[in-house]
């Protein structure tokens, strides 16, 4: 279930929280690390960090799907994988290619994102 129906949803109290810094989620991230035998490499910290967005229990949730399927060494490329987040060199391809100005480059590079099976919505939030 996505969504709380709205009869429940008005008898409710709706917390906002603000995101985090960046070097409060990476303190609680390496404590979490260290009492679970998890080594991150040197970008996957901020990497983490990163894709979070500065929601802790969503960096958690990441740090353990990654565990789960990885092991207990954890690469930058392995929570980009767990999170569904794009990797940076295709959003920068796409970039440069619209700045080009040149059609055909970006037209590949729209049909290079397709075939690989990318979220628009991913694309546009990640930009």
């Avoid at 709380?4 to 109290?13: G, K, T």
């Avoid at 690469?75 to 959003?91: C, F, K, N, W």
């Avoid at 037209?107 to 694309?123: H, L």
């Amino acid at each position: 279930m996505l969504r709380i129906i709205e009869p429940l949803a008005s008898r409710c109290a709706k917390f906002r929280f603000k995101p985090l810094s960046e070097e409060i989620t990476s303190s609680r991230i390496l404590h979490i690390c260290n009492e679970e035998g998890l080594t991150l490499d040197g970008e996957a910290l901020s990497t983490l960090s990163s894709i979070s967005q500065g929601d802790l229990c969503r960096a958690i949730t990441y740090l353990q799907g990654a565990a789960r399927l990885f092991g207990s060494s954890i690469s930058s490329e392995d929570l980009i994988s767990v999170s569904g987040a794009i990797r940076q060199e295709v959003t920068e391809a796409l970039y440069e290619a619209c700045k080009s100005g040149d059609f055909d480059l970006a037209n590949k590079e729209v049909n290079n994102i397709i075939a690989e099976g990318y979220p628009v919505s991913q694309i546009l939030a990640q930009a």
